[in-house]
């Protein structure tokens, strides 16, 4: 049973990434995702979420720009960033939704950056 990030790097303002959450176990296929971000010194903090019915759920900072979407066939879960700005810039983290000590991994860095 584990998540594992991937997708992150460098890109400019403006442009786009798509995160990667490969997850293995039941777990996660039955179970609202999310993704999360830490930036250099603050917590970290949701930035996208799976709800009950299908629905999604974002915070107003990433709202319209950010989109989460999963692929149980495939064992992965998706964060769509589009517009990208400066202050995106942060290690980004999949796991449960509410999360769930025990599954957070390393994350993927990602820099916005001109």
């Known amino acids: 049973v584990q998540l594992q990030a991937s997708g992150g790097g460098l890109v400019q303002p403006g442009g786009s990434l798509r995160l990667s959450c490969a997850f293995s176990?039941?777990?996660?296929?039955?179970?609202?995702m999310g993704w999360y971000r830490q930036a250099p010194g603050k917590q970290r903090a949701l930035v996208a979420r799976?709800?009950?019915?299908?629905?999604?759920d974002y915070p107003d900072s990433v709202k319209g720009r950010f989109t989460i979407a999963r692929d149980n066939a495939k064992n992965t879960v998706y964060l769509q960033m589009n517009s990208l700005k400066p202050e995106d810039t942060a290690v980004y983290y999949c796991?449960?939704?509410?999360?769930?000590?025990?599954?957070w991994g390393q994350g993927t860095q990602v820099t916005v950056s001109s």
């Open positions: 796991n449960l939704s509410p999360p769930a000590y025990r599954y």
């Open positions: 799976e709800i009950t019915g299908g629905d999604t």
């Open positions: 176990g039941s777990i996660f296929s039955i179970n609202n």
